[in-house]
């Protein structure tokens, strides 16, 4: 079981595998035209729908953020920078003034370490000095000059240059700003002393520097607000896009790229890849829980092994062929053949939901439209249910005929759908959908053989030519075992009858009816419907004569396998007499006195009837002896309904028919066929033997 279900694994992931491949290669992802910048058009191409135009709108956009002015704050810091230089400037100069009147003294180490000096007084450059510790660039004729103006006249200076700066610095100051002060002008007009005016503007124009500071958030808001006020330049819809014999633009490529017409690695991302695995996951997904469901509503414990394989290779193969006429005309392709085939080897529900799958594949492989999706569904629904009455080779004619007849009809009503103009092209297409009904069910026809034999399957065909009386088997029953044969042929004509009532397979019963008893060839005499005047059995106790009885379902089974009868035949010969018990002979033991006698002795090995053809072919066989044995006894007021109600009863109690999926109605339609048939044959009413109790 392990083993059986790894190998249903495999055959999904593989049959994923090929579906996504053939998805991804098809034409989902659209073969787009390759140009490049600079290459010249053949044609002209115009927009499909309206397209925005985004190398212009992004070129409006940039010139409205660049007319933005950028918002400026005042530095404050900038002010006090510079206060403090000058500040710097004239402390340096009162300490060097002070040194200067004191020449005599040494100066001190802290004084020298403060002044960056090492030597007395009486040697100092104070200018030069002056000059190394000021921030501001004066020559040595100021610094001189600067050092000798009196104290009073030096505060006096210092602090009409400090309210000159707090006025100058009062206002955003940029580099026009700077550029249009009148230093010498605003130097005259704060009152200092013509000696000293060049002086004091030197002092303020080194010290002249922008005093803004980038507002950047402000300015930022202000131009995406001038950003979104700009519209998106559009491409109205069939407006066109370049011209043949043009180059092609930056602009124009990106536009060509929005319209589809040049591709673009979308195909290479790895989102389109992931949402495929998707797609083909939940439809696997879908399709497995159908398959389930179809499963328990036809009462099928499991698909075989043989049907697993039949499915997978159908599968593939029918995703090899369209992968391989991608190029070709979608709604002209064969794509039922799959779904006939399982349709005739397993069942139309299957068949049905396999093409609804492969449509969702094809739909996805051709990236079809709705049209197109219609005329394959309904074509292939139509084959499935036109197919299955193909129940003889010569009828493929007819039937092929009938498809070819639907598949144009469903063509030119897509075309009237769809509103296409009526054209040579449409006839002929027309024309081509006949050849496709009518090709698909002689390919189908044609390959039934070679499916039959690869994944042994059963079809109609095989079983008719069963029903052949010059069959090496039928033949041997009608001259070795004249009486078996008989009853063959009336146990097949009461299950024919009664599984057609019920809807199961009718020739499969026909046929196991023909095939159930060709054990008794090897030893035709001790059947009773074979005996003349002797019975062999008289000779016999009863356990050997059982054993004798017994031994025609295994060698019926082993004869099956020898003249390679179907799986199915061979299953209904093992079963169509369950494990029930020989009550006949298991009584006559039980009276002869022998105590060492068992009941599993005279039963029958089984296994119970599997299927509901096997359970029809057990009771058309109980039934037929029963009423054959009791034709000539009308002692009894007793019908032969009466006696097929009591013969079923008698299996139902006993638990023979419960692994089969009858149900209590289709046994109540086995029951009135049985009668309907029987009465037909015999006319007359008969005697039910009482079973003796045994005491």
């Known amino acids: 079981m392990k083993k059986e279900t790894n190998t249903t694994t495999m055959l999904i992931l593989l049959g994923m595998v090929f579906t996504f491949l053939a998805v991804v290669t098809g034409n989902l992802f659209e073969k787009k035209l390759e140009f490049e910048i600079g290459n010249i058009v053949s044609t002209d191409f115009f927009a499909p729908f309206n397209l925005e135009n985004i190398k212009v709108t992004e070129q409006k956009r940039k010139l409205a953020a660049e007319s933005v002015k950028p918002i400026y704050l005042i530095d404050e810091q900038i002010l006090q920078n510079i206060l403090e230089d000058t500040t710097i400037l004239f402390n340096y100069t009162q300490e060097l003034i002070n040194i200067k009147q004191n020449q005599k003294i040494t100066v001190s180490y802290p004084v020298q370490k403060h002044l960056g000096i090492n030597y007395d007084a009486t040697n100092i450059n104070y200018a030069q000095i002056l000059q190394q510790k000021s921030n501001i660039p004066l020559n040595n004729s100021q610094y001189d000059l600067l050092l000798n103006i009196p104290a009073e006249a030096r505060t006096q200076i210092e602090e009409r240059i400090y309210v000159l700066l707090k006025e100058i610095y009062s206002k955003p100051l940029n580099d026009t700003d700077i550029n249009n002060?009148?230093?010498?002008?605003?130097?005259?007009?704060?009152?200092?002393?013509?000696?000293?005016?060049?002086?004091?503007?030197?002092?303020?124009?080194?010290?002249?520097?922008?005093?803004?500071?980038?507002?950047?958030?402000?300015?930022?808001?202000?131009?995406?607000?001038?950003?979104?006020?700009?519209?998106?330049?559009?491409?109205?819809?069939?407006?066109?896009?370049?011209?043949?014999?043009?180059?092609?633009?930056?602009?124009?490529?990106?536009?060509?790229?929005?319209?589809?017409?040049?591709?673009?690695?979308?195909?290479?991302?790895?989102?389109?890849?992931?949402?495929?695995?998707?797609?083909?996951?939940?439809?696997?997904?879908?399709?497995?829980?159908?398959?389930?469901?179809?499963?328990?509503?036809?009462?099928?414990?499991?698909?075989?092994?043989?049907?697993?394989?039949?499915?997978?290779?159908?599968?593939?193969?029918?995703?090899?062929?369209?992968?391989?006429?991608?190029?070709?005309?979608?709604?002209?392709?064969?794509?039922?053949?799959?779904?006939?085939?399982?349709?005739?080897l397993i069942n139309k529900e299957i068949a049905c939901f396999f093409q609804f799958v492969l449509i969702i594949i094809y739909t996805l492989m051709y990236n079809a439209d709705m049209p197109s999706i219609l005329y394959h569904l309904i074509t292939g629904m139509m084959s499935i249910f036109i197919i299955i009455k193909m129940v003889e080779r010569k009828d493929m004619i007819k039937v092929s005929g009938l498809l070819g007849i639907v598949y144009a009809s469903v063509y030119i009503s897509m075309v009237f759908l769809i509103d296409i103009p009526l054209s040579i092209t449409i006839f002929y297409n027309m024309l081509i959908a006949l050849g496709i009904g009518i090709f698909a069910v002689i390919l189908v026809g044609g390959s039934l053989p070679l499916w039959e034999s690869a994944f042994k399957f059963v079809t109609h065909f095989q079983l008719l030519e069963l029903t052949n009386p010059n069959q090496p088997l039928l033949k041997r029953l009608l001259l070795e075992a004249t009486g078996t044969y008989q009853h063959s042929l009336l146990v097949a004509n009461l299950a024919e009858t009664a599984a057609d009532e019920i809807g199961a397979d009718a020739l499969l019963a026909?046929?196991?009816?023909?095939?159930?008893?060709?054990?008794?060839?090897?030893?035709?005499?001790?059947?009773?419907?074979?005996?003349?005047?002797?019975?062999?059995?008289?000779?016999?106790?009863?356990?050997?004569?059982?054993?004798?009885?017994?031994?025609?379902?295994?060698?019926?089974?082993?004869?099956?396998?020898?003249?390679?009868?179907?799986?199915?035949?061979?299953?209904?010969?093992?079963?169509?007499?369950?494990?029930?018990?020989?009550?006949?002979?298991?009584?006559?033991?039980?009276?002869?006195?022998?105590?060492?006698?068992?009941k599993e002795d005279f039963a029958y090995p089984g296994p119970k009837p599997k299927t509901k053809e096997a359970a029809i072919v057990m009771l058309a066989d109980i039934i037929e002896a029963t009423t054959r044995s009791m034709q000539n006894k009308f002692d009894l007021d007793f019908t032969i309904e009466d006696l097929v109600r009591k013969m079923v009863k008698q299996q139902l109690d006993s638990g023979e028919l419960s692994e089969c999926n009858l149900y209590i109605s289709d046994i109540e339609k086995i029951i009135q066929s049985f009668t309907r048939t029987l009465n037909a044959m015999y006319h007359e009413r008969i005697e039910y033997p009482e079973k003796k109790e045994n005491k």
């Open 181 to 344: 002060l009148d230093i010498n002008k605003m130097v005259v007009e704060i009152g200092i002393s013509p000696i000293y005016q060049i002086l004091v503007a030197d002092i303020i124009e080194h010290q002249l520097v922008t005093n803004l500071l980038l507002d950047v958030e402000a300015t930022e808001e202000l131009r995406q607000i001038a950003i979104s006020q700009v519209s998106p330049v559009m491409v109205v819809e069939g407006e066109k896009i370049i011209g043949k014999g043009s180059k092609i633009t930056e602009e124009v490529y990106l536009l060509l790229v929005q319209s589809g017409v040049i591709g673009t690695n979308d195909i290479d991302t790895f989102f389109p890849y992931l949402g495929i695995f998707i797609m083909i996951l939940i439809i696997y997904v879908f399709a497995i829980s159908f398959l389930k469901s179809i499963r328990a509503s036809l009462n099928i414990k499991n698909i075989s092994r043989e049907e697993e394989n039949l499915l997978f290779t159908l599968y593939i193969i029918m995703l090899i062929m369209a992968r391989l006429m991608i190029e070709l005309n979608f709604i002209l392709l064969p794509f039922s053949i799959g779904c006939m085939i399982i349709a005739l």
């Open 510 to 598: 026909r046929v196991g009816g023909y095939y159930h008893d060709i054990g008794k060839l090897t030893c035709s005499n001790y059947f009773k419907e074979n005996q003349g005047q002797r019975n062999p059995h008289d000779t016999l106790d009863p356990r050997s004569s059982a054993n004798i009885i017994i031994s025609h379902v295994t060698t019926g089974v082993e004869m099956s396998a020898k003249y390679n009868l179907p799986t199915c035949i061979k299953d209904m010969i093992l079963q169509h007499h369950g494990s029930s018990v020989m009550q006949y002979f298991y009584v006559k033991a039980q009276n002869s006195g022998n105590e060492n006698i068992k």
